[in-house]
């Protein structure tokens, strides 16, 4: 069992940079991929970021690819979502979640486990 919960959402004006924080409970974090995806008002979850149990790969959306950077720490249980030169358009709520098997990291319903989300809001 994995619990997640995410931090550090917010608003901000175009151009500006966040750092989301997701915070693992579970003692076998280390061995799950984790992934960050996003959803905004009336359109589909969507994957924006990934990286494996040991951050040898990580993977990203073609829109944020080159603004947006997954990493994490696994002696603290943490995973991050540094993300650069934000747009109105990566306006959604974000989400992390922790997939034990990682054959496809693009796709939410591999996942095993999510957080609720936090809020980015990108004023133009």
């Known amino acids: 069992q994995v619990q997640l919960v995410e931090s550090g959402g917010g608003l901000v004006q175009a151009g500006d940079s966040l750092r989301l924080s997701c915070a693992a409970s579970?003692?076998?974090?280390?061995?799950?991929?984790m992934g960050w995806f996003r959803q905004a008002p009336g359109k589909e979850r969507e994957f924006v970021a990934a990286?494996?149990?040991?951050?040898?790969?990580?993977y990203y959306a073609d829109s944020v690819k080159g603004r947006f950077t997954i990493s994490r720490d696994n002696a603290k249980n943490m995973v991050y979502l540094q993300m650069n030169s934000l747009k109105p358009e990566d306006t959604a709520v974000y989400s992390c979640?922790?997939?034990?098997?990682?054959?496809?990291?693009?796709?939410?319903?591999?996942?095993?486990?999510w957080g609720h989300g936090t809020q980015v809001t990108v004023s133009s």
């Open positions: 579970g003692r076998t974090f280390s061995s799950y991929g």
């Open positions: 979640a922790a997939d034990r098997s990682f054959r496809n990291y693009g796709l939410a319903y591999e996942y095993d486990y």
């Open positions: 990286i494996t149990w040991n951050s040898h790969n990580t």
